[in-house]
């Protein structure tokens, strides 16, 4: 069986849309300390998504890669523990 790591995205900037390159992904709002509870969204057959937890508007365009953004440097990658 095959896994694939579902993207996580944040919206420290306070972005009014973000466009990305899938439709499964994660929504944590802000960076910790200050994200909100890392919610699962599924656009289904849409091409939109809003967030109910920052209504961050998420926008699919095919064509983006699975981690990138636009604007960009909204992709969240969780430091490893020290």
Sequence with gaps: MAHSVVP?????SGAASIAIGVREFMCV?????????HVFL???????????????????????GPEATDPPGHLFTERAAA
């Design 42 to 64: 599924d656009m289904g057959d849409g091409d939109e998504k809003i967030c109910p937890y920052c209504s961050t508007l998420y926008k699919y365009r095919a064509d983006l």
């Design 8 to 12: 996580h995205f944040h919206n420290e």
């Design 29 to 37: 709002g802000a960076k910790p300390p200050f994200d909100h509870p």
